[in-house]
T-cell receptor
Framework: DSGVTQTPKHLITATGQRVTLRCSPR?????VYWYQQSLDQGLQFLIQYYNGEERAKGNILERFSAQQFPDLHSELNLSSLELGDSALYFC????????????FGPGTRLLVL | GNSVTQMEGPVTLSEEAFLTINCTYT??????LFWYVQYPGEGLQLLLK?????DKGSNKGFEATYRKETTSFHLEKGSVQVSDSAVYFCALGGSNDYKLSFGAGTTVTVRA
């Protein structure tokens, strides 16, 4: 158990819908990262937050957004969902950032029908 | 930018066989290197790491040495078990980059 929690574990929805994925980092960690894992693109970094502020952005679509709240939990919002958004979404956390070990949650498996 | 190239597999082995998974990287500065493991239906777990050249990471019988001269971080285990069946990811944490850059993953299946 990494100490990172993610909810829900599974999510099934329809095209055009909007969903919210939630992540709670390990106790004491200030940084939260979101990754997408798909069969065709592997593990792709989406976005990082540090202590409530966006710090780094990766291959995140404009339809996707995230935020980190004062209690340090984070939410990833996916809107106007397409079939191709079906993937496993991981949250990870670390204390601060550069070069540190990132501890991953169990993931949310999203299926868009 | 930073990148990781990893032997893709799949790799199928018999129990007690020797396992090696090749990983090479491209990075500026002094990255940290990681191996993560993903068991079926689960998330990524840190297997081992090394933060500077010539460091050896080890855990659960797995080892990997950070070789700066060959930009490599190959994973090895001397005697695999069925329970080692999983997908293994090599990853790089750059000294100038907040994200982890992952290899494509190597699926390992160990047969009894």
């Amino acid at each position: 158990d990494s100490g990172v929690t993610q909810t829900p574990k599974h999510l099934i929805t329809a095209t055009g819908q909007r969903v919210t994925l939630r992540c709670s980092p390990r106790s004491g960690d200030l940084s939260v990262y979101w990754y997408q894992q798909s069969l065709d693109q592997g593990l792709q970094f989406l976005i990082q937050y540090y202590n409530g502020e966006e710090r780094a952005k990766g291959n995140i679509l404009e339809r996707f957004s995230a935020q980190q709240f004062p209690d340090l939990h984070s939410e990833l919002n996916l809107s106007s969902l397409e079939l191709g958004d079906s993937a496993l979404y991981f949250c990870a956390s670390s204390y601060r950032g550069l070069g540190e070990t990132q501890y991953f949650g169990p993931g949310t498996r999203l299926l868009v029908l | 930018g930073n990148s990781v190239t990893q032997m893709e597999g799949p790799v199928t082995l018999s129990e007690e066989a020797f396992l090696t998974i090749n990983c090479t990287y491209t990075a500026t500065g002094y990255p940290s290197l990681f191996w993560y493991v993903q068991y079926p239906g689960e998330g990524l777990q840190l297997l081992l790491k090394a933060t500077k050249a010539d460091d050896k990471g080890s855990n659960k019988g797995f080892e990997a040495t950070y070789r700066k001269e060959t930009t490599s971080f190959h994973l090895e285990k001397g005697s695999v078990q069925v329970s080692d069946s999983a997908v293994y990811f090599c990853a790089l944490g750059g000294s100038n980059d907040y994200k982890l850059s992952f290899g494509a993953g190597t699926t390992v299946t160990v047969r009894a």
